[in-house]
């Protein structure tokens, strides 16, 4: 079913585990790319504790799966034969840990030349960190974003998903696919990395802009825009809304829609810088007005009068809004387990190879008789290696 797709001339073997591994994998898997996904032997050790839990559903569809003991020289061997016959290599160790293997970039590059090679650490793979055990918080504290996410004065406060795992592991599937159109020309893989704190600072975006090039440095605004005003969140009869006005168009639309042409023509807010010295000022007039109405009747009033609102979701109201059921954010897919389920859908359309959601995530070592067949191992060998347990 993958044939069609844009990635599925390609073979991947994924040494990844936790999350921005198999976040940057996922990437690949989706766009039709064959995902060997590798295990130890052993005890399972996975993010969300079991296989069938929603956090290793949600990372690891469309995979085929062996388990290899990558302590033992055939099982390196087995994952050299594979890599012979790979394009891309993905893996999360620390640094010392691929070496100790003998699975590192270098070593693998003598393989197999044409081979991507990509690596994603916690602080990136030389330099004083370079050992440090990388965590997602860790990466948001170091990267900043903590010191501009929450309520001034309240302390730092982490952003409500792993932003940085999964940023890291998004923008290492870019590089993968940068040094896959390189190869085109070349013939030659390359060694791509990408490390949380990097990734983390790199999603400060304009934030970092303020220090970079102004030298201020950026602090809390809780729901308010860093540098504009009003927009933020404001208190209705039944709940709150995100309201977002930039530019002075823009703003006099919103003082005639909520009835209010004085806080268009009042001095103290006669331009946006003025209204941002003056945003507390504005914003609790505003939110005089907005409790007098329901979140949905401001929501619709608002965007009538092309002024930009809409509403707070909760993660059910999210996919049960109906534009997002019409963006198809929920993919469904039969589970031999757990019946009809839905999957995250990826946010990127092509109009002739759309994404496929082909295969459930699999069993530990479901595929590792079938895959050892395709590198020339017969019954007798794969038992033998199963017996010394190499493979499982």
């Given at each position: 079913?993958?044939?069609?797709?844009?990635?599925?001339?390609?073979?991947?073997?994924?040494?990844?585990?936790?999350?921005?591994?198999?976040?940057?994998?996922?990437?690949?898997?989706?766009?039709?790319?064959?995902?060997?996904?590798?295990?130890?032997?052993?005890?399972?050790?996975?993010?969300?504790?079991?296989?069938?839990?929603?956090?290793?559903?949600?990372?690891?569809?469309?995979?085929?799966?062996?388990?290899?003991?990558?302590?033992?020289?055939?099982?390196?061997?087995?994952?050299?034969?594979?890599?012979?016959?790979?394009?891309?290599?993905?893996?999360?160790?620390?640094?010392?840990?691929?070496?100790?293997?003998?699975?590192?970039?270098?070593?693998?590059?003598?393989?197999?030349?044409?081979?991507?090679?990509?690596?994603?650490?916690?602080?990136?793979?030389?330099?004083?960190?370079?050992?440090?055990?990388?965590?997602?918080?860790?990466?948001?504290?170091?990267?900043?974003?903590?010191?501009?996410?929450?309520?001034?004065?309240?302390?730092?406060?982490?952003?409500?998903?792993?932003?940085?795992?999964?940023?890291?592991?998004?923008?290492?599937?870019?590089?993968?696919?940068?040094?896959?159109?390189?190869?085109?020309?070349?013939?030659?893989?390359?060694?791509?990395?990408?490390?949380?704190?990097?990734?983390?600072?790199?999603?400060?975006?304009?934030?970092?802009?303020?220090?970079?090039?102004?030298?201020?440095?950026?602090?809390?605004?809780?729901?308010?825009?860093?540098?504009?005003?009003?927009?933020?969140?404001?208190?209705?009869?039944?709940?709150?809304?995100?309201?977002?006005?930039?530019?002075?168009?823009?703003?006099?639309?919103?003082?005639?829609?909520?009835?209010?042409?004085?806080?268009?023509?009042?001095?103290?807010?006669?331009?946006?810088?003025?209204?941002?010295?003056?945003?507390?000022?504005?914003?609790?007039?505003?939110?005089?007005?907005?409790?007098?109405?329901?979140?949905?009747?401001?929501?619709?009033?608002?965007?009538?009068?092309?002024?930009?609102?809409?509403?707070?979701?909760?993660?059910?109201?999210?996919?049960?809004?109906?534009?997002?059921?019409?963006?198809?954010?929920?993919?469904?897919?039969?589970?031999?387990?757990?019946?009809?389920?839905?999957?995250?859908?990826q946010p990127i359309k092509l109009s002739r190879t759309p994404w496929q959601l082909r295969a459930v995530p699999p069993e530990k070592g479901e595929h590792t008789d079938a895959v050892?067949?395709?590198?020339?191992?017969?019954?007798?060998?794969?038992?033998?290696?199963?017996?010394?347990?190499?493979?499982?």
């Amino acid at each position: 079913m993958s044939g069609d797709l844009p990635l599925s001339p390609y073979k991947v073997i994924d040494l990844t585990r936790v999350r921005s591994g198999p976040t940057c994998v996922r990437q690949l898997a989706d766009w039709g790319a064959d995902v060997i996904k590798v295990e130890a032997v052993g005890e399972d050790t996975l993010q969300g504790g079991t296989r069938d839990s929603s956090d290793f559903q949600n990372l690891h569809r469309n995979k085929r799966a062996i388990a290899l003991d990558l302590k033992t020289k055939d099982g390196v061997e087995i994952l050299k034969k594979l890599v012979r016959e790979a394009d891309v290599v993905v893996e999360n160790y620390r640094p010392d840990v691929k070496h100790r293997l003998g699975i590192d970039y270098e070593t693998l590059r003598a393989v197999n030349p044409r081979l991507v090679y990509a690596s994603i650490s916690g602080f990136g793979e030389d330099g004083p960190y370079r050992e440090r055990p990388g965590f997602d918080q860790i990466a948001q504290g170091m990267g900043g974003i903590m010191s501009v996410t929450g309520l001034p004065g309240q302390g730092p406060v982490r952003a409500g998903i792993p932003i940085a795992d999964l940023c890291a592991g998004i923008f290492a599937s870019q590089g993968i696919m940068l040094a896959l159109i390189e190869r085109e020309r070349s013939g030659q893989g390359q060694w791509v990395q990408s490390s949380l704190l990097a990734a983390q600072i790199f999603m400060l975006d304009f934030q970092a802009a303020r220090w970079l090039m102004d030298r201020q440095v950026p602090g809390q605004a809780g729901n308010n825009h860093p540098s504009g005003a009003p927009t933020g969140v404001f208190a209705t009869k039944d709940g709150h809304i995100n309201i977002a006005t930039t530019g002075q168009e823009i703003y006099k639309r919103f003082c005639d829609a909520i009835g209010a042409p004085g806080l268009f023509t009042d001095p103290l807010f006669a331009d946006g810088r003025k209204r941002f010295q003056n945003r507390d000022r504005l914003n609790a007039a505003i939110e005089e007005i907005t409790k007098t109405k329901t979140s949905t009747e401001w929501i619709d009033l608002f965007n009538e009068a092309g002024v930009p609102a809409g509403p707070i979701y909760n993660i059910q109201q999210v996919f049960e809004d109906a534009q997002v059921k019409h963006l198809g954010m929920a993919a469904p897919l039969d589970h031999p387990k757990k019946g009809r389920t839905e999957y995250l859908a990826q946010p990127i359309k092509l109009s002739r190879t759309p994404w496929q959601l082909r295969a459930v995530p699999p069993e530990k070592g479901e595929h590792t008789d079938a895959v050892l067949r395709q590198l020339g191992y017969d019954d007798k060998a794969i038992a033998e290696l199963r017996s010394r347990k190499i493979v499982e």
